[in-house]
Nanobody, 125 residues
Framework: QVQLVESGGGLVQPGGSLRLSCAIP????????AGWFRQAPGKEREAVSC????????RYADSVKGRFTISRDSAKNTVYLQMNSLKPEDTTVYYC??????????????????WGQGTQVTVSS
């Protein structure tokens, strides 16, 4: 398993923006799927978004559609989550995950074996 490296969390006011980054070392370029998940204390880990680098498709949870955008920098093997119009209910720890795959990404956390350590996002005035 590979340890992914996340960054970019922090404190932001409601309506503000943050961009999370996830470095995915050692994965073949353009041949993996990656996802962002979040988990509040005492709750199950829920999907936010995922991306298929080979097929070039993205998927989003209904709760973030139109506000969050997942993207990648192929040269750096880094995946980003641009979060706009943040709400207090977006406050939690965000995790990235990845797996080698030519297929469609999945929004289920059980579909991934490689995870980051998590980064805290707090939306508060």
């Amino acid at each position: 398993q590979v340890q992914l490296v996340e960054s970019g969390g922090g404190l932001v006011q409601p309506g503000g923006s943050l961009r999370l980054s996830c470095a995915i070392p050692g994965f073949p370029l353009g041949r993996y799927v990656a996802g962002w998940f979040r988990q509040a204390p005492g709750k199950e880990r829920e999907a936010v978004s995922c991306l298929s680098t080979y097929i070039g498709t993205t998927r989003y949870a209904d709760s973030v559609k139109g506000r969050f955008t997942i993207s990648r920098d192929s040269a750096k093997n880094t995946v980003y989550l641009q979060m706009n119009s943040l709400k207090p209910e977006d406050t939690t720890v965000y995790y990235c995950a990845a797996d080698r795959s030519y297929g469609q990404c999945r929004l289920g956390p059980d579909s991934y074996d490689n995870w980051g350590q998590g980064t805290q996002v707090t939306v508060s005035s």
